[in-house]
């Protein structure tokens, strides 16, 4: 099963962890320093925490988790062939997993990842990514 992915900048992440376990009534899959997620079942969403007290209250990064590396690769070639700039990468490690991912931004610049888990990691490593929004949307 996909589900999408929202990753959001957060300024305390003790207390957004205890506020997103509250409302979605679920603890994180995943807890590291300055990092959490959960896989919530419903809505299907994997929600990502990423202490960042700059940037606070904002977006960091959508993306779609697939089962296959395949997906990836599909999904690639289909945004590729419709004409937007994408950026794979593969075998990367980024939030404390392994991954295999293509980037694609949204017009207004929102950065999206489709992306598998390969392995858990111990390295957070979150980079942002440049993608030119240019060829996107024409």
């Excluded at 969403?45 to 779609?64: D, F, M, R, S, Y």
């Excluded at 089962?67 to 990468?89: F, H, I, M, N, Y």
């Excluded at 957070?124 to 929004?133: A, F, M, T």
Aim: proline share 6%; net charge negative.
């Amino acid at each position: 099963m996909s589900r999408v992915q929202l990753a959001l900048n957060v300024g305390n992440l003790d207390a957004a962890v205890d506020f997103y376990s509250k409302l979605f009534g679920t603890e994180p899959a995943k807890r590291r320093p300055g990092y959490a997620n959960f896989v919530i079942a419903q809505p299907p969403l994997k929600l990502v925490l990423i202490e960042n007290a700059e940037a606070a209250g904002t977006l960091n990064h959508l993306g779609v988790e697939v089962e296959t590396t395949d997906e990836v690769v599909t999904a690639s070639d289909r945004l590729q062939q419709l004409g937007l700039l994408t950026q794979p990468e593969e075998k990367v490690t980024c939030c404390y997993a392994l991954q295999d991912k293509v980037w694609v931004h949204d017009p207004d610049g929102a950065p999206w990842e489709i992306y598998k888990v390969l392995a858990d990691s111990q390295v957070r490593d979150i980079k942002p990514v440049e993608v030119s929004k240019e060829a996107c949307c024409q």
